[in-house]
């Protein structure tokens, strides 16, 4: 009997420690679950912006590159811990292939002090990093295919063993540009 007073106690931590490890687990799963659809959604609503959008300019801004910017910033809004390192504007063809042509946007966020390229208003401060897809070679009707691509940085939450530093995702979609109106 004297051999066996703290085995429970030590069973116990044990299982106490496990326990631990699948609540932390759980935890982590679940936010990075949400945050990646979020994510999903995101590049969807700013492919569908943009695909209504297509070419539109009201008077020497990109226009229709904001109104990705916007909807795609906007469905990401409240999510925390992530971080848009940058986001696409392509053409694409219909299997998904990103750049047809050479037709790639790329924005990303300005780091420091560094000059801006491009001001939306509910999607903030944009540095364009690539520019061989402007809105005006994006013309309604014009049967193309435009594709949106997000890159984030997520950041984990707890910091707990595997949960440490950030993990980069992307998430691509892609739609064809709409009728021409009239």
């Not at 326990?19 to 659809?37: H, K, P, Q, S, W």
């Not at 569908?48 to 008077?59: E, F, K, M, N, P």
């Not at 924005?107 to 801006?116: A, I, K, N, Y």
Request: charged share 20%.
């Amino acid at each position: 009997m004297r051999n066996d007073r703290g085995t429970a106690a030590v069973e116990l931590a044990l299982a106490f420690l496990v326990i631990l490890l699948i609540v932390i687990g759980a935890y982590e799963f679940g936010t990075a679950f949400v945050d990646r659809n979020a994510m999903a959604n995101a590049a969807r609503e700013g492919a569908r912006a943009g695909a209504a959008a297509g070419d539109y300019d009201a008077g020497g801004v990109d226009d229709a590159d904001c109104i990705i910017i916007e909807a795609s910033a906007g469905a990401l809004s409240g999510i925390s811990g992530n971080d848009v390192r940058e986001l696409w504007i392509y053409e694409s063809d219909v299997n998904g292939n990103v750049g047809v042509g050479g037709n790639i946007q790329r924005f990303r966020r300005p780091v420091g002090s560094e000059p801006v390229d491009l001001t939306c208003a509910g999607g903030g401060d944009w540095v364009q990093v690539l520019g061989t897809f402007p809105p005006s070679e994006r013309p309604l009707g014009s049967r193309k295919w435009l594709g949106v691509k997000l890159i984030v940085d997520h950041t984990w939450k707890t910091g707990f063993a595997l949960w440490q530093g950030t993990a980069t995702w992307q998430e691509d979609v892609v739609m064809r540009l709409e009728p021409s109106p009239g």
